[in-house]
């Protein structure tokens, strides 16, 4: 068993909550700074997955537009990683201009052994997350409310709370 919270665990309902998952995630708008956020996003899922206790082993799909894609190993990794599916977005001070840029990605999640689902049949993502780190700091899940100040902690992989606020709106 994973070192996750057992707490989480009793929001785990569906037949495939219990298996490995592949997570996606793709450059959204924003160029240079959407890329720099696809690895911003793959640093805190392999951080989040390594403290669950997970085996995590990552793959680069393409690099224009960039797509990485993670392979996760553990029981419910799936059931906790669905939660994130969606378009996430970051607002900050870029490095290149020196000017607040805003950024997008999608994050897509898949139990192992899945195919993924066509496209013309799959629906559309919505915008489940901000992470602004200029002028103020927020992370904010915006199907259920969750806000915090503590941005680099989300980041940094801390996304046990958001995940527990996501799975108890269910």
């Known amino acids: 068993m994973s070192k996750v919270n057992q707490e ?6 569906n037949k495939n909550d219990e298996c490995n998952a592949v997570l996606t995630v793709s450059q959204g708008y924003g160029g240079t700074e959407a890329v720099l956020f696809v690895d911003a996003l793959l640093n805190m899922y ?10 995590v082993k990552s793959t680069i799909i393409s ?7 993670i392979a996760i190993k553990g029981h419910f990794a799936y059931g906790l990683l669905q939660s994130e599916e969606g378009i996430h ?14 950024a997008f990605c999608t994050v897509r999640v898949r139990p192992e052994g899945i195919a993924e689902v066509p496209a013309k049949a799959a629906s559309y993502p919505t915008q489940m997350r901000n992470y602004v780190l200029s002028p103020y700091k927020l992370a904010q899940d915006v199907r259920t409310g969750f806000q915090t100040e503590d941005v680099q902690d989300i980041l ?11 799975l108890k709106a269910l």
């Open 156 to 166: 940094d992989g801390d996304l046990e709370e958001i995940i527990t606020s996501y």
């Open 89 to 102: 977005s970051i607002a900050r001070i870029s490095n290149f201009t020196g000017r607040r840029e805003r």
């Open 63 to 69: 690099s224009t537009p960039c797509e990485a894609e």
């Open 46 to 55: 392999r951080r989040f997955c390594e403290n669950a206790g997970f085996e």
């Open 8 to 13: 989480i665990l009793q929001f785990m309902k």
